[in-house]
C-alpha cells in the first residue's frame, strides 16, 4: 500500500500558489485584437475584456443548490435507495431498481444528494442525467428536520424488534417524539408572575394634612408683613370637639383652591399669605383685620410678642408648663 507524501493542508499551498502563478502568467492563447503581437494573462485579458461586455451577476437556481450538496454512491435495489437504516423510495425508482449505473468508477452505484441538516429525502441521479426528490417513507410521520446526530441518537435509545421494516418504523416513532419534545409544537404562553398585593394604599392628601392638625400646636407667624396668627376655638370649645387649627384649613383650602399669583416668591410668608387669602380672611396692609379676628379669639397676637422672619421655633419649655 503506498503512504501519502503530502498532507492535506501542503496540497492547499500548491494549489493556491498554483492558481496564482497561472493567473499572472502569459499564454499563448490569449490575444487583445489591439495587441495581436503580445501574449496576455489570464487576470489581463479579464480586465480587457470586462470593460467591454460587463458581467450580469446571475444568482443560484433550486437547481444549483441541489448540486452544491454533498454526494455519496448509493445502489438502487428493489426497496429503493438504504441510507444507515432509511429506506427512499419513489415510483421514479422503477425503471432503475436493481440496475447498475453508467459509472463504472463507482462500480455501478448512482450518484446520490444529500442535505445533512434535513435527511427526509434525497436526490438522486437517474439515466437522464437530472436529478430526483426520493422521500424518506416515513417522512409523512416526521414532520419536522432532523440531522443524522438526533438520528444516531435515536438509534443508541431504541432497541431493534421484528424484522427491519419494524425497527425502521420504530425508529420514525422515537424520532418524532423526540423532535416533539425538544422544539415543541406551539408557542408556549408566558408565565404569570405571582406575587403578594399589598393591601394598603396611598392616602389622600387632605388626610394627610388633617392628621397632622390633630394635636400640634398652631404656627406662629410675624406681624411685621401684616400676618397674623388665627385661633378658631369658642365655638369648638362650647361643642367640646377639639378645633382644629387655622393653618391646617388653610393648608387644605390651598390644595383645592385657585393658583398663587405670578409674583408669588416661594417663602414662608409668602405661602401664609396665601392660605389667609384662601380662608377669605388676608389681612390689609396695616394688619387690623388680622388683628380684630385674633382679638376676638382671645388670642395676643401683638407684633412685640411675635419674632419677625415667618414661622418661629416651638418652645418645647412652655409647652410643658402650660400641659
Known sequence: MAE??????????????????????????????VLAKTALTPNEMWAALITVCGYAPV?????????????????????????????????????????????????????VHHNPHDARQIWARLGDGKLYE????????????????MWRHVQSEVAQRGEREQHEADLADALDQLLRRTRGTGVRAAPKRRGRKSPVT????????????VGLPAPRQSGTGGKA????????????QAASPAWAEAAGASQTGPAPDEGWGESLDDLAATGLAATGLAA?????????????AGVDASPADVPAGGYGLWNAEAEAEQW
Do not use: K, M
Not at 493542508?9 to 500548491?14: A, C, V
Not at 428493489?78 to 440496475?99: A, K, P
Not at 396668627?229 to 367640646?240: I, M, N, P, Q, T
Not at 390689609?284 to 376676638?296: I, K, N, P, R, Y
Open 4 to 33: 501519502a507524501q503530502w498532507t492535506i493542508p501542503q496540497l492547499q499551498d500548491f494549489l493556491d500558489e498554483w492558481i496564482v502563478c497561472w493567473q499572472n502568467r502569459p499564454h499563448e492563447g490569449l490575444r487583445h485584437p
Open 284 to 296: 390689609d396692609s396695616d394688619g387690623d383685620a388680622a388683628l380684630d379676628v385674633a382679638e376676638e
Open 229 to 240: 396668627e388665627l385661633v378658631e376655638g369658642e365655638d369648638a370649645a362650647s361643642s367640646g
Open 202 to 213: 396611598a392616602p389622600d392628601s387632605a388626610a394627610v394634612l388633617q392628621g397632622l392638625a
Open 134 to 149: 426520493i422521500p424518506w417513507i416515513h417522512r409523512d410521520h416526521v414532520h419536522q428536520p432532523f440531522n443524522d446526530q
Open 59 to 111: 444568482p443560484l437556481t433550486g437547481a444549483d443548490w441541489l448540486e452544491l450538496l454533498p454526494v455519496r454512491w448509493q445502489p438502487i435495489t428493489e426497496r429503493g435507495i438504504r441510507i444507515d437504516y432509511r429506506t427512499y423510495d419513489h415510483e421514479v425508482l422503477d425503471s432503475c431498481r436493481g440496475q447498475r449505473s453508467d459509472v463504472v468508477a463507482r462500480d455501478g452505484r448512482w450518484e
